[in-house]
């Protein structure tokens, strides 16, 4: 195996931080992937896969080991329904674009998230209406202390709003290496009353939309408001939107009737985080490298050279004066490595 030391992990991080590992290993095999965890040479370990929801603030002193397990098959299928298996290391939207091209449907709202397969479980990554608990059915993980692969089951994942039993009890204990996803071949289901969508596909000129043309109208809405981490550093969404008890909201609404609110459950109310910075002044600001998206408040991004720290330093100073102006409380929904 190859070991090398002192990597860039800039080209592994969409922010595009540029920090060192001090060793750094390729994982493209199962066997691979066990021998390295055996490693005594090498006591502290760092994964990382498609670097979408991370954020770097420092050197890793450690062996980074690059989850990059590749391969799509297909497990079982009948008239209706297909379950995909797809390795940890396949990029997602990669993936979407795979299945649509054959007919599979379940996946088209999520369209152009950036990152790979291996780490949606973790976030339960959703968009316009869907998540992937939608369509899970499983992942294959491997326990890092005994190097054995598990497999969770939809139940077994807890999957929460961004959540998942690998953000709490499992973190740090398993690496995801493949996941498993129900989708449709006929008689699909549209998810079109999120967003802007039915807009998109009226602008469009769609009245009967097809999977594909859901996909194409959910990356029209992406690319006209999101950066290209190509051409822009940033981790997509970089805080969650804050769930608030309906007690709460009422007193919040007393000062700020305009400020907007979905009911997600009973007495609980789900609040945009990007208004919320909006209301605050941040949108488009920019301090050095670091800044808030000018077309999105929920993104920071990296202009060029930021730091890690740097970014982070400006996710403070918005999170402190949401709360002076709100009483709300934002969580980052970015893994951020201090």
Not at 39 to 51: C, D, E, M, Q, T
Not at 248 to 263: A, V
Request: net charge neutral; glycine share 8%.
């Amino acid at each position: 195996m190859n070991i090398q030391e002192n990597i860039s992990l800039k080209p592994y991080n969409t922010f595009g931080i540029d920090v060192n590992a001090k060793f750094f290993v390729e994982i493209t095999g199962l066997v691979q992937l066990q021998k390295v965890l055996e490693l005594k040479a090498y006591p502290k370990k760092f994964v990382i896969s498609g670097g979408s929801n991370l954020l770097l603030t420092k050197d890793i002193d450690a062996l980074v080991m690059h989850i990059n397990l590749k391969g799509k098959t297909i497990v079982e299928e009948d008239e209706y329904s297909v379950e995909v298996k797809a390795m940890a290391g396949e990029n997602w939207h990669e993936l979407v674009m795979w299945c649509l091209e054959n007919g599979y449907g379940g996946l088209e709202n999520l369209s152009l998230i950036p990152g790979n397969t291996g780490t949606a479980p973790i976030q339960n990554i959703g968009a316009y209406g869907v998540e992937l608990k939608d369509v899970f059915v499983s992942c294959a993980a491997m326990e890092i202390a005994s190097r054995e692969l598990v497999s969770f089951d939809l139940e077994a994942c807890k999957f929460g709003y961004r959540d998942s039993i690998f953000k709490k009890e499992a973190k740090n204990k398993y690496i995801i290496t493949s996941v498993n996803l129900k989708l449709t071949k006929k008689n699909h289901i549209l998810n079109t009353g999120y967003g802007a969508i039915e807009e998109e596909l009226k602008k469009q000129g769609i009245v009967y939309p097809k999977i594909r043309d859901i996909s194409n109208a959910v990356i029209a809405i992406r690319q006209s408001k999101l950066p290209d981490p190509k051409d822009l550093g940033n981790s997509g969404s970089f805080f969650k939107n804050p769930v608030i008890a309906r007690k709460r909201l009422d007193k919040i609404l007393k000062r700020h009737p305009d400020m907007p609110h979905y009911e997600v459950g009973k007495d609980y109310f789900k609040v945009p985080a990007g208004w919320l910075i909006e209301q605050c002044g941040f949108k488009g600001k920019r301090v050095g490298d670091a800044g808030v998206h000018e077309k999105q408040a929920l993104v920071l991004v990296n202009y060029g050279n930021a730091t890690g720290k740097e970014v982070l330093d400006l996710a403070h100073k918005i999170q402190q004066e949401v709360i002076e102006k709100f009483g709300i409380t934002i969580e980052p929904e970015v893994n951020v490595i201090k």
